[in-house]
């Protein structure tokens, strides 16, 4: 089993649609997490930290659950330059540990 | 704006070179990470190091070496290249072991 987990999809939604993520992680320890966002060909890029609290950045809401251990990324009014892969990170003590993506793709 | 460069975008090799990947950031940052990413199998761990001179291994450190002589510079090593080594070399850095940086990777090729 992976120690993090994820969907890969692909989720196909038109514009303007909301669409949801769900990342599992299997090690308790873990300490932070984050959602990145990975274009065709192009290098990761940080979208988010996520926090117990939950937490926002315009269209973007990143939620945690240490219970269950579990992250998601919900996405509203979708947008075609959302079309990416997501990944989830889970990191512990100087590692981080990326899931395999999950791919988002936004059509007209 | 963090900068993180890489000497090469695309490399194609022979078995049994040796193979020289450079990573150079402009921000002072401690950390820097060598990483590889493989359909299926996601970004995996190669190396890091959190000081000039220090290294750690990751998950995947058989076959490469790495050398961090100055801060902004670390430097992978594939000291007899195979074809298993086909592969997107993605190097990042950070202040923190949490938020990191890429550069645009180096898609190397073994032939």
């Known amino acids: 089993r992976k120690e993090v987990e994820q969907d890969p999809g692909p989720f196909n939604v038109p514009e303007g649609a909301t669409v949801a993520f769900n990342c599992t992680y299997s090690n308790s320890a873990s300490q932070s997490f984050f959602w990145y966002r990975q274009d065709c060909r192009k290098e990761p890029k940080l979208l988010m930290s996520v926090y117990s609290s939950g937490n926002e950045d315009g269209r973007f809401t990143a939620q945690l659950n240490r219970a269950s251990q579990y992250i998601s990324l919900l996405i509203r009014d979708s947008k075609l330059s959302d079309s990416a892969t997501y990944l989830c990170?889970?990191?512990?003590?100087?590692?981080?540990?990326f899931g395999d993506g999950t791919t988002l793709t936004v059509k007209p | 704006d963090v900068k993180v460069t890489q000497s090469s975008r695309y490399l194609v090799k022979r078995t049994g070179e040796k193979v020289f990947l450079e990573c150079v950031q402009d921000m002072d940052h401690e950390n820097m990470f060598w990483y590889r990413q493989d359909p299926g199998l996601g970004l995996r761990l190669i190396y890091f190091s959190y000081d000039v001179k220090m290294k750690e291994k990751g998950d995947i450190p058989e076959g490469y070496s790495v050398s961090r002589e100055k801060k902004e510079r670390f430097s992978l090593i594939l000291e007899s290249a195979s074809t298993n080594q086909t592969s997107m070399y993605l190097c990042?850095?950070?202040?923190?072991?949490?938020?990191?940086?890429f550069g645009p990777g180096t898609r190397l090729t073994v032939t």
């Open positions: 990042a850095t950070s202040t923190t072991f949490y938020e990191q940086y």
């Open positions: 990170v889970a990191a512990n003590a100087g590692k981080s540990t």
